[in-house]
């Protein structure tokens, strides 16, 4: 797959790029759009990708200093700018809401901020290397898409043909921060409680026997939450999504639920007679809603064979295509040198080698094998990226934790951990290949824009690692919990576990679900790729409803409600929709992630 792209602008050699206040203001928002994708993650399961907003940010902090008699933040400044940003944001996939607090509920592994940021960053280095090795035959020879890095260059161009419209949109971004900031503190100190309809049903005997006599909806999850938080995020995931999840939830917490109640294959106690039952429903939901998820990514990966296939094989075209054919005067051709390349294939083998095995005791042979299938498995990752704008991050980390569960069975340090360097690199790879891609179409150096990206690394693994920290000062008391789901969690543990402890281990019918779900997510993944586009709309997305199953059921109502807001103000304005929705969305979320660590941050220095 191709797309024609016009040729990419010959700059004046004097235009800055690469300049002090670049690299200092991508790390800077870099580190603050990081707390953001940890604390959505740890609520929703995935983060957002935040080279748009670093971007926004970037051209209207620099503008304000314009005033002072600064000079303009050239187009190139902002491109490293947000190259910066977004590396730093991705921490978040480094294993921060996945594997790493799996490890710590399930063997009490506790971190240090040192141990943190080293593991992350150098779990993002060795994505960030198998990207340069990528580079040129994705983006120069096949010449993928990769959508994401066309809607950054695109937005990129408009923002400086059209300064004004640039800094309307980072207004419209502050309005939603604060609105959503003002909520946040008044949700947690007003203890604004979220509503449910006061509808109720008798228990049946094994809820009865814990001395709870009836069953409401406040207990099954279905409430209205006063968070606009996952609301914002069904704006951005669309409605598609959104109302598969709450299919999901519907399924899992409306009729699962109850079913699994009756029989008693999982029990809350009286403390939580008037509370939702949420994790100890989840103890036997997460495990159909784990096998639907992962079957369906595996499944949908499959879908692109070819893609796998073009990524592992050599191409005919690559003596057709090469940097050096490029007019003088290109920034393009300013690459990678081999050397630097192929030293730093050695330099981050070793370093994620030293982590796994000095960190978490894992077996030498078993931490090169992991670095090795990362390079592997980071080609099919930058190809699927390129032709669909979907990094399979959840995906590779699946096939690593599946592929060491057979080696190793019973050691979950190594079934986690290995899994984070594949799924945690895949997400960088992701992300570098994305920032190359505007690059190239603007006309930016890519040597210039690894460096950025390295320096965002170093401030998404410091400040990120921070904030996790003051987040989840208790994996196992916090996290798997109605204020914290933290579903990817669920879904590492609960492969690590099916390895670790055998099927016997899983709750009572939890075993025939997890078949059923996985069969489903597998039917449902075929329908989407096979059926035509007009019916393929309708076909539930099985990522989305298994997630609905791991999540507590008012926030899958909360993003669909959010997502039919959206949807009728495309109907009503699709213009001013199409200029601030997204933008407006994306302040709600930062201005709750950040309020959010805020209140964590009070209440572990003011605690009693």
């Known amino acids: 797959m191709t797309t024609p792209t016009e040729p990419a602008p010959i700059h004046p050699p004097d235009l800055p790029e690469l300049t002090l206040r670049a690299v200092l203001t991508g790390m800077a928002l870099g580190g603050v759009l990081s707390i953001c994708n940890i604390y959505a993650g740890l609520k929703i399961g995935w983060g957002m990708n935040m080279s748009v907003t670093a971007a926004l940010l970037g051209f209207a902090i620099w503008k304000a200093f314009e005033v002072g008699g600064a000079r303009q933040f050239s187009i190139l400044e902002n491109n490293l700018n947000q190259t910066a940003a977004s590396s730093a944001a991705a921490v978040s996939s480094a294993g921060l809401v996945a594997p790493i607090p799996a490890l710590t509920i399930m063997t009490g592994f506790q971190y240090t901020w040192q141990l943190l940021a080293v593991w992350t960053g150098s779990v993002m280095l060795v994505g960030i290397v ?29 923002m400086y043909a059209k300064g004004r419209e640039a800094m309307s949109r980072v207004r419209m971004l502050g309005v939603g921060a604060v609105i959503a900031s003002v909520a946040a503190l008044v949700v947690e100190y007003a203890k604004v409680p979220k509503w449910a309809p006061p509808l109720s049903w008798p228990a ?44 999901g939830s519907v399924i899992a917490y409306g009729v699962l639920g109850p079913y699994v109640l009756e029989h008693g294959w999982a029990l809350p106690t009286a403390k939580i007679a008037d509370k939702p039952w949420y994790t100890p429903l989840l103890s036997w939901l997460l495990w159909p809603g784990v096998a639907m998820m992962v079957s369906s990514s595996l499944t949908s990966l499959a879908f692109s064979w070819r893609s796998m296939l073009r990524a592992l094989l050599p191409s005919s075209r690559r003596a057709q295509a090469s940097d050096e054919t490029l007019p003088e005067g290109s920034r393009l051709r300013d690459v990678v040198p081999m050397k630097w390349f192929l030293g730093a294939i050695v330099v981050v083998t070793v370093i994620a080698t030293v982590t796994q095995v000095s960190y978490f005791s894992i077996a030498w042979w078993t931490a090169i094998l992991g670095v090795l299938l990362t390079f592997v498995l980071a080609v099919v990752t930058g190809r ?12 590779m980390g699946k096939v690593t934790q599946l592929m060491f569960g057979l080696i190793q069975p019973g050691n979950v340090a190594a079934n986690l951990m290995s899994a984070n360097v594949t799924g945690g690199a895949a997400s960088q790879t992701g992300d570098l290949l994305h920032d190359l891609k505007t690059g190239l179409l603007l006309g930016a150096s890519p040597r210039r824009q690894v460096i950025a990206q390295c320096f965002g690394t170093l401030s998404g693994a410091m400040v990120g690692s921070a904030a996790y920290l003051v987040l989840v000062r208790d994996a196992k008391a916090m996290l798997l919990t109605d204020e914290w789901p933290a579903p990817a969690v669920a879904s590492w543990k609960a492969v690590a576990e099916l390895f670790a402890k055998g099927l016997a281990a ?80 994306s302040g ?16 572990m220095l003011f605690a009693h």
């Not at 069953?215 to 279905?222: D, E, P, Q, W």
């Open 130 to 158: 198998a990207g340069i090795g990528l580079r040129r035959q994705l983006l120069v020879v096949d010449k993928l898409p990769f959508p994401g890095g066309m809607a950054s260059a695109e937005t990129l161009k408009q």
């Open 204 to 247: 049946g005997a094994p809820v009865a026997a814990k001395g709870i006599s009836k069953i409401s909806l406040t207990n099954l999850g279905f409430a209205l939450d006063p968070s606009p938080l996952m609301a914002a995020v069904g704006v951005l995931v669309g409605f598609r999504a959104a109302a598969s999840l709450f299919l």
């Open 384 to 395: 699927v990226t390129g032709e669909t704008n979907v990094t399979p991050v959840g995906a």
């Open 506 to 585: 899983m709750p009572p019918g939890a075993l025939t679900a997890m078949y059923i779900g996985g069969a489903a997510g597998i039917v449902l993944a075929i329908l989407e790729k096979k059926l035509p586009g007009r019916l393929a709309k309708w076909v539930p997305s099985p990522s989305s409803l298994g997630l609905g199953f791991v999540i507590p059921a008012y926030q899958g109502f909360s993003m669909l409600l959010g997502a039919t807001l959206a949807l009728f103000v495309q109907k009503k304005n699709k213009d001013w929709a199409d200029r601030f929705l997204i933008v407006l969305a």
């Open 588 to 603: 709600f979320i930062a201005g709750e992630s950040l309020t959010g660590v805020g209140i964590a941050l009070h209440k």
